[in-house]
């Protein structure tokens, strides 16, 4: 996240005189994968979006910097910041900040508002350079705000646990950066996806385990209830798949779209809201398709099945009853008691390391810092 101060500046974000029209224009196509949504993290308004760029041209366009104004807070992403904003949609190869023709990649912006409320658009320019370095100014069609207030979901388990990868604009930040094809649309259902673990400190490290590290038993969090967040109908249920051995670098199923959530439960909740649980322990789903569930309900426990190194219950909302094909959309926890951000690299496939963690304190109608320890009672 980038909090710039509000400063006077002339830079409208509207091309709407001809006399400014750049002669030679980059032949750059620039949209956005979907609307922007506010979300209170941490006590601060946030937007979460993504621009995808292909480069139209003959030759080589170089990314300088892009800048966005929502209200009147204005962020710039430039240097190293932007490098670590950018991803490739092919393989990645050399500078991220040069787009060769052909080439196409993803700008994932995090804009920090503080105690603003969301504006209903942001602005944006693109500043780029040609190979014979000339620089270019590509103003962007306003992105749409959506109005209203996120989704207020109740406690998905009990106790203290981290929230592990959950929305933040770090590099490596794997769910924000989950951006997959179906349909041929491009789809970011794992935009504000948590993977919750549990730790204890253990020979005087933090750890996810004690015991066998390759026995899904040996973790903290292994066959803990998960609870629904909301009242809804269960749309569809999977309690057949064999649990993965941690950290052993295999699965026990070939990973696909239909496999990828491994043992899961998906409630819809509301017209286009979906809650997905994921990665369940096999014999443990409660629920079948078409059962009425009610805010609290088990629906199953924690387990290690689909793409999972390790035991951890992964959760998120999105406007499809999908896994990996929708998009995600906000929501916050109505009350418990959280830290601020952690240092933390949940996504590893093999050991998770842990940073420092701040004292919780509690909160009302938010969503975790990045890692965050989260208490829910």
């Known amino acids: ?49 993504e621009m995808a760029i292909t480069n ?4 080589r366009v170089m990314l300088r910097s892009v800048e966005a104004l929502a209200g009147a ?15 490739g949609a092919g393989p990645a190869a050399g500078d991220p900040l040069t787009l060769a023709s052909g080439a ?12 603003a409320k969301a504006p209903p658009a942001v602005g944006g320019v693109l500043h780029v350079a040609d190979e014979q370095g000339g620089m270019h100014d590509i103003f962007l069609e306003p992105l749409r705000v959506e109005g209203g207030a996120p989704l207020i979901v109740g406690a998905p388990l009990r106790g203290a646990w981290i929230a592990g990868d959950s929305v933040s604009n770090q590099q490596g930040a ?3 950066r989950a951006v997959l094809i179906d349909g041929g649309h491009a789809w970011l259902a794992q935009r504000y996806a948590i993977d919750w673990v549990q730790f204890e400190t253990v020979g005087g490290k933090r750890t996810t385990w004690r015991g066998p590290e390759n026995e899904n038993r040996s973790y903290f969090c292994y066959n803990k209830p998960i609870y629904s967040v909301a009242a809804g109908t269960v749309v569809e249920a999977t309690d057949s798949m064999p649990e993965n051995v941690p950290h052993s670098g295999k699965y026990a ?30 014999g443990t789903v409660r629920v079948k398709a078409g059962q009425k569930v009610r805010v609290g309900d088990i629906l199953g426990h924690v387990g290690n099945t689909g793409s999972s190194t390790e035991p951890h219950l992964h959760m998120h909302i999105d406007d499809q009853p999908s896994f990996l094909a929708g998009n995600g959309v906000p929501y916050e926890f109505s009350r418990g008691e959280a830290s601020g951000a952690v240092v933390a690299d949940v996504a590893s496939p093999t050991v998770i390391t842990l940073g420092p963690i701040g004292k919780p304190a509690p909160f009302a109608n938010d969503y975790p810092a990045e890692n965050a320890l989260v208490v829910f009672k």
């Open 1 to 49: 996240m980038i909090r710039v101060s509000v400063l006077m500046f002339a830079l409208s974000f509207s091309a709407t005189s001809a006399l400014a029209a750049d002669p030679y224009p980059p032949q750059l196509r620039v949209s956005y994968l979907a609307d922007a949504a506010p979300l209170v993290q941490h006590g601060a308004t946030r937007l979460y979006y």
């Open 56 to 59: 139209f041209s003959k030759t």
């Open 73 to 87: 807070t204005r962020t710039e992403l430039s240097g190293p910041r932007l490098a670590a904003a950018v991803r």
């Open 104 to 115: 196409s990649a993803f700008i994932f912006m995090g804009l920090d508002l503080g105690a």
């Open 174 to 176: 794997a769910h924000r």
């Open 253 to 282: 199923v070939a990973i696909d779209f239909n496999t990828a959530a491994g043992n899961h439960v998906v409630v819809r909740i509301a017209p286009d809201r979906f809650v997905l649980y994921a990665h369940m322990r096999p």
